[in-house]
């Protein structure tokens, strides 16, 4: 099949167009690059030995998204294009819901225009909310979200609902993400965060290689084993590999479906720490500070309705997470800055 990848052009993106194309399935991006880089993709070539044609274009535009699509007649969309940042969407809480929402309906609009009939979105576990408890089941409500980013996510899978709902020829997949981790094991492509990063293996990375000082623990005092809060990791490849098999999935089932996507077992804070360690070779700086607002204590997926339905499982281990995340980092300390084009980009240090 041929697949739109929007904002594929980002961390997980990347890693999602190598499995797709590995899988069989021909690929385009269309990125704004507006948290990415085209240096990115042309690993993703690299790696497969595929061209892979790419599209600078903000998919709130209808008018580019309509000539890419109509151009293009893809198969399936697979919508990843959307902010990320929960405290920066806590601060721009308009911008957040403009741009995740509007990217989304324009593409859909897009699609019942050009007569596509399948859109894989990346949705998250944070649409749990505060109320359910854990393991995840795709069945739970959604819960009320800590932030806006987290709503996003929520009122976009309603959203997509409601299409599939009217429309008996869509084919909707809404994947659950838990928090992934980890690069493809190349070391060519990882995650590069702008700035200081906000979530946990960036730090942790960039604290390895020397470009932070020392890694804050969010709180010490929950009523976990060692204190600190416990997550879902997922490798990246893993989450890829889901994508894989959603796209063949929706070809196949009307109607719409969501899927967790984690691998159904909980590591704290310093369980990710010492794992770390031990891939690095060396002991991580750290230190306990306060509790984060909005942080919930244990998150974690009942990954079994993926395993049953779409014969996916997770099979990359906490140290494998821990070797490819280091890989990445090590090989690229500045992150995609350190390749020829992007090299006057200036790092953002603390
Ligand atoms: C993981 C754990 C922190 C940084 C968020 C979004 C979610 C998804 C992934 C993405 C927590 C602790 C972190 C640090 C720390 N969205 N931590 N020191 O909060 O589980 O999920 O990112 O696009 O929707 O909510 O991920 O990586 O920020 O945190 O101690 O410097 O690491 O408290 O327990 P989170 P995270």
Same mark, same amino acid.
């Given at each position: 099949?041929?697949?739109?990848?929007?904002?594929?052009?980002?961390?997980?993106?990347?890693?999602?167009?190598?499995?797709?194309?590995?899988?069989?399935?021909?690929?385009?991006?269309?990125? =704004?690059?507006?948290?990415?880089?085209? +240096?990115?993709?042309?690993?993703?070539?690299?790696?497969?030995?595929?061209?892979? *044609?790419?599209? +600078?274009?903000?998919? !709130?535009?209808?008018?580019?998204? *309509?000539?890419?699509?109509?151009?293009?007649?893809?198969?399936?969309?697979?919508?990843?294009? &959307?902010?990320?940042?929960?405290?920066?969407?806590?601060?721009?809480?308009?911008?957040?819901?403009?741009?995740?929402?509007?990217?989304? /309906?324009?593409?859909?609009?897009?699609?019942?225009?050009?007569?596509?009939?399948?859109?894989?979105?990346?949705?998250?576990?944070?649409?749990?909310?505060?109320? =359910?408890?854990?393991?995840?089941?795709?069945?739970?409500?959604?819960?009320? !979200?800590? =932030?806006?980013?987290?709503?996003?996510?929520?009122?976009?899978?309603?959203? /997509?609902?409601?299409?599939?709902?009217?429309?008996?020829?869509?084919?909707?997949?809404?994947? *659950?993400?838990?928090?992934?981790?980890?690069?493809? +094991?190349?070391? /060519?492509?990882?995650?590069?965060?702008?700035?200081?990063?906000?979530?946990?293996?960036?730090?942790?990375?960039?604290?390895?290689?020397?470009?932070?000082?020392?890694?804050?623990?969010?709180?010490?005092?929950?009523?976990?084993?060692?204190?600190?809060?416990?997550?879902?990791?997922?490798?990246?490849?893993?989450?890829?590999?889901?994508?894989?098999?959603?796209?063949?999935?929706?070809?196949?089932?009307? &109607?719409?479906?969501?899927?967790?996507? &984690?691998?159904?077992?909980?590591?704290?804070?310093?369980?990710?720490?010492?794992?770390?360690?031990?891939? !690095? &070779?060396?002991?991580?700086?750290?230190?306990?500070?306060?509790? *984060?607002?909005?942080?919930?204590?244990?998150?974690?997926?009942?990954?079994?309705?993926?395993?049953?339905? /779409?014969?996916?499982?997770?099979?990359?281990?906490?140290?494998?997470?821990?070797?490819?995340?280091? =890989?990445?980092?090590?090989?690229?300390?500045?992150?995609?800055?350190?390749?020829?084009?992007?090299?006057?980009?200036?790092?953002?240090?603390?």
């Amino acid at each position: 099949m041929k697949i739109m990848l929007a904002g594929g052009a980002g961390y997980i993106g990347t890693h999602t167009a190598i499995a797709l194309i590995e899988a069989g399935h021909e690929v385009f991006v269309v990125d =704004n690059f507006s948290n990415s880089c085209r +240096e990115a993709v042309r690993r993703v070539e690299k790696i497969t030995g595929s061209e892979v *044609r790419l599209y +600078e274009a903000d998919c !709130c535009d209808y008018m580019s998204v *309509r000539m890419i699509m109509s151009k293009e007649k893809p198969d399936s969309v697979v919508q990843m294009a &959307g902010y990320k940042a929960v405290g920066e969407s806590v601060a721009k809480p308009i911008s957040y819901y403009r741009n995740n929402l509007d990217s989304t /309906l324009t593409i859909l609009e897009v699609m019942a225009e050009c007569g596509v009939k399948s859109i894989v979105f990346s949705s998250s576990a944070t649409v749990y909310g505060e109320d =359910n408890p854990v393991p995840y089941t795709e069945d739970m409500p959604r819960g009320r !979200c800590s =932030n806006p980013y987290g709503w996003t996510k929520s009122m976009i899978e309603q959203i /997509l609902e409601d299409a599939a709902a009217a429309d008996p020829s869509l084919s909707v997949v809404l994947l *659950r993400y838990f928090n992934p981790v980890g690069a493809h +094991e190349s070391g /060519l492509i990882g995650e590069d965060p702008q700035g200081i990063p906000n979530n946990l293996m960036p730090y942790i990375t960039q604290v390895a290689v020397g470009r932070r000082d020392k890694l804050t623990v969010f709180g010490g005092d929950y009523d976990t084993p060692d204190g600190t809060c416990r997550r879902d990791y997922i490798h990246v490849m893993d989450l890829a590999d889901g994508h894989a098999r959603a796209v063949d999935y929706a070809a196949a089932h009307k &109607g719409s479906a969501i899927f967790n996507l &984690g691998t159904g077992i909980p590591y704290s804070v310093l369980d990710m720490v010492n794992a770390f360690s031990d891939a !690095c &070779g060396h002991p991580l700086n750290y230190v306990i500070g306060d509790r *984060r607002a909005g942080d919930l204590q244990d998150c974690w997926a009942d990954a079994e309705k993926a395993g049953r339905i /779409l014969g996916w499982k997770a099979t990359r281990g906490i140290a494998e997470m821990c070797r490819d995340s280091w =890989n990445w980092q090590r090989n690229n300390p500045k992150g995609y800055a350190d390749s020829e084009e992007d090299s006057d980009e200036e790092d953002d240090e603390e």
